[in-house]
């Protein structure tokens, strides 16, 4: 339950045009859909602290939370670690791209397409791969 509050938490401060307090994150989180008490907010928010994964600054009497870089690596990591390198990685992926909504497989395709030209051309390899992949969506 900690990680995904931790990650609903972090999902509404990405969502945020600015830093929020531990009440605004409350809100935003129980329009999620999210029943929250005001202190797990303020528990959680101030482990990501903790961790590094948001920073705060003065706010009134309180602070307001941003996420940090560290965040989204951290939470990066950890889809990598769920992916694993076993034998079903191709058909996990398949499964997490056919339940992508349509704004997010234009950020993924945008952020695939940066990638790509930041590296060696591998020639037809992605192609191939693609070809390979279970309900492509090409």
């Known amino acids: 339950m900690a990680g995904e ?7 509404v401060l990405w969502e945020a045009d600015e830093p ?8 935003a989180l129980i329009r999620d859909g999210h029943e929250l008490a005001y202190t797990s907010v303020a ?3 101030a482990r990501l602290h ?11 009497r309180g602070h307001a939370y941003t996420p940090t870089a560290a965040a989204a690596r951290q939470l990066a990591d950890r ?7 076993g034998r079903g990685r191709t058909e996990v992926l398949s ?4 339940g992508l909504t349509a704004n997010d ?9 940066a990638a790509e030209d930041d590296k060696p051309s591998m020639g037809g390899a992605s192609a ?8 492509s969506r090409s």
């Open 20 to 27: 929020l307090t531990p009440s605004q994150t409350q809100e």
């Open 105 to 113: 497989e234009a950020t993924l395709l945008a952020l695939l397409a």
């Open 95 to 98: 499964h997490f791209v056919a």
């Open 5 to 11: 509050l931790e990650s609903a938490v972090l999902a």
């Open 50 to 60: 903790g961790k590094g994964m948001v920073e705060r600054t003065a706010a009134g």
């Open 128 to 135: 191939a791969v693609e070809d390979e992949l279970p309900g």
């Open 79 to 85: 889809m990598r670690g769920l992916l694993g390198d």
């Open 43 to 45: 528990t959680t928010l």
